[in-house]
């Protein structure tokens, strides 16, 4: 602070001091700073009349203030304070426009662009365009349906990312644990199947190439070392378009090489029926019938109807008679009768067959006085060879002949044509491209 103190006057360019050596430290265009209510002035020298009086520049503005502390600063060291405070606005505003020129850049560029940095390096990097297409491209968070590509990855996917981890077929399947299926697709009668392969033939063809049945898929697993001929595989056969049980064949190879015949599955309700004892017969066509006179019957029965006369009695219709298959044993052995706990038959059965080809099925209550009294089978109010129902915890499963006009039939048929039809189109097709 300079020496003594100073008396303002509002609107007022004459200065008086107090204490004051204004001639020893001011001189015309040095500049008083004083604050006055919180508020600092600068305020610009005239003339120095003497110690304790000055004249202003211009008049002061502010409130009129008395024994106010003050200091003399040179116009010289003014002169350098607005230099420097031209300087840095400079400075400043070069900085604004670069930010300027940078934002524009950085919101209207496109692929990768360069901004001016604080320190005057250049930085270059990719502009919001840019950034907002990769990020349109990212893959989000829960459901993606629009993934086309996935560019630049060199490294297969773990399986912990999603991958296989495999940048191959076989490294794939490897890293998922899958047997890898990349073979060509061979007809069922062709011999040379590929070494330890697990894959599947062709099944477009209306017969012919060792299939057993026309329009069915192969399915082929061959053991590991097989080559040509001599290996070991194996073949099951799933018919296309009729109904009908898988059938298996095994190819031995070796010095002998032997190709079984292919032989059939056993599947339930399809090519078996499980008889009112809980045994597997060969099934079709085959009528199950209850004591109230509800039935069941299979693919190979449908059509038919059963229909409870009286006791014991129950009218099979839309047959033609009982079916012969020796596997039934005869003409005779087409029945299954329920038996107890020892094997022994729990009713006595007749049939008749009528003109028109039903039949009349009629059952007896059966005794077997030979046996223990706890296994004679016998019901109270009731004799050997009465007329009784058919016990209502089982049922009687007659094996009969269908109608050539049979709803079976008729879809055997129609299957059948539309074979012939297939082979026709393939021989067209064929004699086309000769």
């Not at 003497?50 to 008395?66: A, D, E, F, K, M």
């Not at 477009?204 to 053991?223: C, D, F, H, M």
């Amino acid at each position: 602070m300079s020496a003594g103190t100073l008396t303002l006057t509002n609107s007022a360019d004459a200065v008086t001091g107090s204490g004051t050596s204004f001639t020893t430290e001011l001189a015309a265009g040095d500049f008083i700073v004083v604050t006055v209510g919180g508020i600092p002035y600068t305020l610009p020298v005239k003339t120095v009349n003497n110690n304790t009086s000055l004249t202003l520049v211009s008049v002061y503005t502010g409130p009129t203030q008395s024994g106010a502390a003050w200091s003399a600063v040179p116009r010289v060291a003014l002169n350098m304070v607005t230099a420097a405070l031209v300087a840095q606005s400079a400075e400043a505003l070069r900085g604004l426009n670069y930010d300027k020129q940078n934002w524009q850049s950085i919101f209207s560029g496109a692929g990768n662009i360069t901004i001016k940095l604080p320190d005057g390096s250049a930085w270059n990097g990719p502009s919001w365009n840019n950034i907002s297409e990769t990020l349109n491209q990212k893959a989000s968070s829960g459901a993606n349906r629009d993934i086309t590509s996935i560019g630049g990855l060199t490294t297969p996917l773990s399986l912990y990312q999603g991958g296989t981890g495999g940048n191959t077929h076989q490294s794939a399947c490897n890293g998922i644990g899958a047997l890898q299926v990349n073979r060509n697709v061979l007809n069922a009668g062709d011999p040379h199947l590929p070494t330890c392969s697990f894959f599947l033939g062709d099944g477009q063809e209306a017969g012919g190439n060792g299939k057993p049945y026309p329009y069915s898929t192969i399915l082929n697993v061959s053991e590991s070392g097989n080559t040509g001929e001599n290996g070991n595989y194996s073949q099951v056969s799933f018919p296309s378009i009729q109904e009908s049980a898988p059938r298996i064949r095994q190819r031995f190879g070796g010095s002998s090489p032997r190709l079984t015949n292919w032989r059939d599955f056993l599947v339930r309700d399809l090519n078996t029926s499980v008889d009112t004892n809980g045994f597997i017969k060969i099934a079709s066509p085959v009528v199950k019938i209850y004591a109230d006179g509800s039935f069941d019957v299979n693919n190979e029965s449908e059509g038919i109807t059963v229909t409870r006369l009286a006791v014991g009695e129950y009218l099979i219709s839309g047959c033609l008679g009982m079916n012969a298959d020796a596997a039934w044993g005869g003409i005779d052995g087409g029945f299954d009768i329920p038996l107890d706990i020892n094997k022994q038959p729990r009713i006595w059965l007749d049939y008749e067959v009528n003109t028109d080809g039903s039949i009349l099925v009629k059952t007896y209550h059966r005794t077997h006085p030979q046996s223990p009294k706890f296994a004679r089978n016998e019901i109270d109010n009731l004799t050997n060879g009465d007329p009784i129902d058919i016990p209502s915890d089982s049922f009687v499963s007659v094996r009969v002949e269908m109608p050539a006009d049979s709803i079976w039939n008729q879809k055997q048929e129609a299957v059948h044509i539309a074979m012939v039809e297939a082979r026709m189109k393939e021989e067209r097709t064929d004699g086309n491209n000769v």
